[in-house]
């Protein structure tokens, strides 16, 4: 048997709250590395000025 089954097995035999509890842990410490990094704001051209942009000078 797999230690994933084996693992499986062991926490479906215990209370529904604490498998509900674990599973809920579990997806709280997952999710933020599986979560896209944000980039920031999409600011359009026409407003880049006003928001404090510099234009690009070569």
């Known amino acids: 048997m797999s230690s ?7 926490y479906s035999d215990r209370e529904p709250v ?3 509890s674990c ?3 579990a997806v709280a410490i997952v999710l933020p ?3 896209v990094p ?4 999409k600011i359009p051209e026409s407003i880049r000025k ?4 510099l234009e690009k000078t070569d």
């Open 38 to 41: 944000y980039d920031g704001p």
């Open 4 to 10: 994933f089954a084996k693992f499986l097995r062991f």
């Open 23 to 25: 599973a809920l842990g």
């Open 33 to 35: 590395l599986v979560v």
């Open 50 to 53: 006003s928001r404090g942009y």
């Open 18 to 20: 604490v498998v509900a």
